[in-house]
């Protein structure tokens, strides 16, 4: 059953979907984002050290989670209804070939504006073991009907 | 993959051409370029994250929803800001880390539709020696409607 403005709370929860990450789904990525960064395809160039960061071996793109995270919410958002309208993300932890992640979206508040509905939403992305690489917010619009 | 082939895929290429850190100015507009979103590009984009809600994929699901026809998934922008920029663009540079980004909707990308962009860095800063742009980008499509806009923040390669 689709959700509706009136009905949601905070504390609701939304499941994102499971997603593997693999050097596969990277390349994947790169060809389909056209964002070629060696950060993400050579593994040589990644044994470098990037300022004070050191991530030995490939990442996937940040904006890989940002795509799974805009996924979650336009699946939830097209049942109801509703559209996305807002999304704003930071990247705590690398992710690497061979982690799995799953973003999880938390209903923090509602509010109506003059003319229309917004139902504000938490986001984190965890991998397989439980920590947290990505977080954000996003915003759905719930048109006034 | 007929984007790829017009597309320089060694990132190292340009690296000499581009701007770094110190060249960069606040509030001077990036050097961009139009591009025609094909239902190939959104569709490969789709596979890339799994995207599989049929408004991306089924013309005739698609005209019955209020969209009125196919559209890409908001999060095209990904895709949208390679299309857009030269080879020479400092968003290339090797080494250049995405540290956040924020991006508001305001109606769907269409298969068909020629894009353009309006982009320039908004503001750079040092915190912890790591050296921060501040991106601020516009989308648009062929009629001049506001497609999306966002802001990113990089950490350049120093």
Same mark, same amino acid.
Not at chain 1, 17 to 34: H, M
Not at chain 1, 113 to 136: P, R, Y
Not at chain 2, 67 to 80: D, N, Q, R, T, V
Not at chain 2, 119 to 143: G, P
């Given at each position: 059953?689709?959700?509706?403005?009136?009905?949601?709370?905070?504390?609701?929860?939304?499941?994102?979907?499971?997603?593997?990450?693999?050097?596969?789904?990277?390349?994947?990525?790169?060809?389909?984002?056209?964002?070629?960064?060696?950060?993400?395809?050579?593994?040589?160039?990644?044994?470098?050290?990037?300022?004070?960061?050191?991530?030995?071996?490939?990442?996937?793109?940040?904006?890989?989670?940002?795509?799974?995270?805009?996924?979650?919410?336009?699946?939830?958002?097209?049942?109801?209804?509703?559209?996305?309208?807002?999304?704003?993300?930071?990247?705590?932890?690398?992710?690497?070939?061979?982690?799995?992640?799953?973003?999880?979206?938390?209903?923090?508040?509602?509010?109506?504006?003059?003319?229309?509905?917004?139902?504000?939403?938490?986001?984190?992305?965890?991998?397989?073991?439980?920590?947290?690489?990505?977080?954000?917010?996003?915003?759905?619009?719930?048109?006034?009907? | 993959?007929?984007?790829?082939?017009?597309?320089?895929?060694?990132?190292?290429?340009?690296?000499?051409?581009?701007? #770094?850190?110190?060249? @960069? !100015?606040?509030?001077?507009?990036?050097?961009?370029?139009?591009?025609?979103?094909?239902?190939?590009?959104?569709?490969?984009? /789709?596979?890339? !994250?799994?995207?599989?809600?049929?408004?991306?994929?089924?013309?005739?699901?698609?005209?019955?929803?209020?969209?009125?026809?196919?559209?890409?998934?908001?999060?095209?922008?990904?895709?949208?800001?390679?299309?857009?920029?030269?080879?020479?663009?400092?968003?290339?540079?090797? *080494?250049? $880390? %995405?540290?956040?980004?924020?991006?508001?909707? %305001? @109606?769907?990308?269409?298969?068909?539709? #020629?894009?353009?962009?309006?982009?320039?860095?908004?503001?750079?800063?040092?915190?912890?020696?790591?050296?921060? $742009? #501040?991106?601020? %980008? !516009?989308?648009? %499509?062929?009629?001049?409607?506001?497609? /999306?806009? *966002?802001?990113?923040?990089?950490?350049?390669?120093?």
């Amino acid at each position: 059953m689709s959700v509706t403005f009136e009905s949601l709370r905070a504390g609701d929860s939304i499941d994102g979907p499971i997603f593997p990450v693999s050097r596969e789904s990277i390349r994947l990525f790169c060809d389909a984002s056209l964002d070629y960064n060696p950060l993400h395809l050579d593994d040589e160039y990644m044994e470098g050290n990037f300022g004070k960061t050191h991530f030995g071996g490939i990442i996937m793109h940040g904006m890989n989670n940002f795509g799974l995270i805009s996924r979650m919410i336009t699946d939830w958002a097209y049942a109801a209804g509703a559209i996305h309208r807002r999304l704003e993300t930071r990247w705590i932890k690398p992710v690497r070939p061979g982690d799995t992640i799953q973003p999880v979206g938390t209903v923090r508040s509602k509010q109506t504006t003059a003319k229309s509905h917004w139902v504000l939403i938490d986001v984190t992305v965890c991998n397989q073991t439980g920590e947290k690489v990505a977080s954000g917010e996003a915003m759905v619009e719930f048109p006034a009907t | 993959m007929g984007q790829t082939e017009r597309f320089e895929t060694d990132f190292w290429k340009h690296a000499n051409l581009r701007k #770094v850190w110190d060249d @960069i !100015v606040p509030g001077e507009p990036r050097k961009t370029i139009p591009y025609t979103l094909t239902r190939e590009a959104i569709e490969l984009y /789709c596979a890339s !994250v799994g995207e599989d809600h049929p408004i991306y994929f089924d013309e005739e699901y698609a005209k019955r929803t209020i969209y009125g026809g196919l559209i890409a998934p908001p999060s095209i922008h990904i895709l949208l800001m390679f299309a857009c920029t030269p080879a020479d663009d400092w968003m290339r540079s090797p *080494g250049t $880390v %995405n540290a956040g980004q924020s991006w508001s909707y %305001n @109606i769907p990308a269409r298969p068909g539709d #020629v894009i353009t962009l309006q982009a320039r860095a908004l503001d750079k800063f040092i915190r912890r020696e790591r050296l921060f $742009v #501040v991106h601020d %980008n !516009v989308f648009f %499509n062929q009629q001049g409607q506001v497609i /999306c806009s *966002g802001r990113g923040w990089t950490i350049r390669p120093q």
